[in-house]
């Protein structure tokens, strides 16, 4: 078969980027379920661990599935290389950890999933490394006034998880590269259909794969994907630019120039944490990539519509959904997201907690579930579940009290999300 042309639509890459089959080789990228692979000789197993990225070692940190699938979700956001991670953790660890270490610091917005609060805030607070949180309404001289000597990277979320604010990616980008560290970023919830965070600046790009770009709750996986751009060599990171002792004296920025980055991470990072994704879990993943175009704007009108539906409710004290136009980051959503806001909503019911709760256990359609971004529609209480472990002050600067609930719209037919909700708020 012949290569997909580079310049595809991004409908054409889910479905083709990643993997071009030769004459009479499967249509379906094969589950190579190997944790292993066979060479001739001594000398061929020795040349491989040379250059690791020429050949296959072992399926801990590489496998041709997953492989199909890091090229895929590279093409998507516009990079030049990905690794994927068996967790949306997984992936946010690693990418902070491949360029800090102890006695370093990064910069986090305050507006991220509550998961990545505590891994910040506590664990990696434990090894050493200082999270600095900055509002994510931060003001460009406010972010600057942030950063010290020892600052690293700066981390943020396109639309933050459960909170809906809308990150201004290009203004956190000038303000990272002003101090020479890369801007990470959660595309998690835009994914590369509504939101390219590289066009507008971002280094690296971090997705829990777990929500829509699987879509069918049948994996749970992340990905770091690196866009090729940023100067490592610029004096902040002896880690890419000095000799890894831990692999031969390995020079990143010299042996992989084109993604050191992804390189370092597969190399060290995942070499010596394990946390690779099964070949099975990567063949699941890239069915839920090849329909993802389709189903995000599908996703995108149901939310609007059903966010406009409860903004007509008096049992409701707010709705937020960027793409609504009272919304407080509509300009930001018109901005970074012009084909739509995702398909998740929060809404805050007037009563707080007994009522949120009532509202949600009248619920017949969709679930509840820990789970979002998910094909069905399907409800949580961050405050009871996802970020129970949150102070209230946490609680609070991720924008969630105890009333809200995140609404996570899923392709069923419109009219019978807007009636289960319907039945639902008469019950309140
Ligand atoms: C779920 C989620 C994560 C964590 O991903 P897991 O796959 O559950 O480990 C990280 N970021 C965002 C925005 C998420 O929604």
Redesign the pocket.
């Known amino acids: 078969m012949k290569e997909m042309n580079p310049n595809a639509k991004i409908e054409t890459k889910c479905l083709h980027a990643g993997y071009t089959p030769k004459n009479g080789e499967p249509r379906v990228v094969p589950i190579v379920q190997s944790t292993t692979y066979v060479y001739d000789s001594t000398d061929d197993v020795a040349a491989v661990f040379d250059d690791p990225t020429k050949s296959l070692i072992y399926s801990r940190f590489e496998n041709p599935t997953t492989d199909a699938v890091e090229k895929k979700i590279a093409a998507l956001e516009g990079g030049v290389a990905a690794m994927c991670t068996s ?4 992936a ?1 660890l690693l990418s902070i950890l491949n360029i800090c270490e102890a006695g370093d610091s990064f910069i986090a917005s305050t507006s991220i ?1 509550g ?2 609060i505590n891994l910040f805030s506590v664990t990696l607070k434990r090894m050493g490394i200082e999270c600095i949180w900055v509002s994510v309404d931060a003001t460009e001289e406010e972010l600057n006034a942030a950063f010290k000597p020892n600052t690293k990277a700066v981390f943020g ?1 396109t639309i933050a ?1 459960p909170a809906l604010t809308v990150l201004n990616i290009e203004m956190w980008a000038n303000a990272a590269h002003a101090h020479g560290v890369p801007l990470i970023i ?1 595309n ?2 835009a994914t590369p259909i509504l939101c390219r965070p590289f066009e507008w600046g971002a280094d690296i790009i971090i997705h ?4 829509y770009m699987d879509g069918h709750a049948v994996q ?3 990905v770091i994907v690196d866009s090729g751009k940023f100067d490592w060599k610029n004096g902040n990171f002896p880690c890419m630019t000095e000799p890894d002792e831990s692999y031969h004296g390995i020079v990143y920025t010299e042996q992989y120039a084109f993604a050191p980055y992804i390189v370092k991470a597969r190399m060290q990072l995942m070499r010596d944490f394990g946390c690779y994704p099964a070949a099975n879990s990567s063949f699941l993943l890239n069915l839920g990539l090849e329909t993802l175009a389709v189903r995000m704007k599908q996703y995108c009108q149901n939310a609007l519509a059903v966010a406009r539906f409860i903004q007509q409710s008096d049992k409701i004290q707010s709705v937020t959904y960027p793409g609504l136009d009272d919304n407080k980051y509509k300009a930001l959503a018109d901005k970074y997201l012009p084909d739509g806001a995702s398909g998740v909503i929060a809404i805050s019911i007037k009563g707080g907690r007994d009522a949120a709760v009532k509202f949600m256990d009248s619920l017949k359609l969709a679930s509840n579930e820990v789970h ?1 971004a998910d094909i069905r529609t399907c409800v949580l209480h961050p405050a009871s579940a996802t970020h129970r472990q949150l102070t209230d002050e946490q609680l609070a600067a991720a924008g969630i009290d105890g009333g809200l609930i995140r609404l996570s719209v899923g392709l069923e037919n419109v009219e019978d999300i807007i009636a289960d909700v319907k039945q639902a708020l008469d019950k309140v």
């Open positions: 967790s949306g953790q997984a946010s999933y998961g990545t979320e998880n959660d998690t919830f829990s794969t777990s929500k749970v996986g992340g979002v």
